[in-house]
């Protein structure tokens, strides 16, 4: 819906990719979808699901044996974002590296994005030099 040909929307990090995987082998599943809904102080919030088949005109990203599903309302706000997935001591989570993301809340669950008039500023000129 909002590709670049020849242009990933989102990519993975070696951490992020090793996960994924698990992820899809112990569900038996055919990747992980993300996405975005309203929510948490800042107003949206990511969300994560394995899934068994890609819904339509879902973008999907493979590399290196994982599989990411991004739901089309998402695609123009992931569009750029690296994700990884680091572990602590006190949490393991998936994190995402956003350049669309204008606001953050302190627990780092909710963000804000750019107007959508910016977005696809930014999604034009990627195209123009993609």
Known sequence: MFAIPGKSPVTLTQAAVRQIRRLMEREG???????????????MEYTMETAQT????????????????????????????????????LESAFRFRNPNVSEACGCG??????????????????????
């Open 109 to 130: 669950e909710s963000i804000k994005f750019e107007d959508a008039e910016t977005l696809s500023a930014r999604m034009q000129a990627a195209r123009a030099q993609g």
């Open 29 to 43: 599943a055919h990747g992980l979808r993300i996405g975005v809904k309203k929510g948490g102080c800042a107003g």
């Open 54 to 89: 890609p819904g339509p005109h879902e973008e999907v990203v493979e590399q290196d044996g994982a599989r990411v599903l991004i739901e089309p309302m998402a695609q123009m706000f992931l569009f750029g974002t690296e994700i990884d997935y680091e572990t602590s001591l």
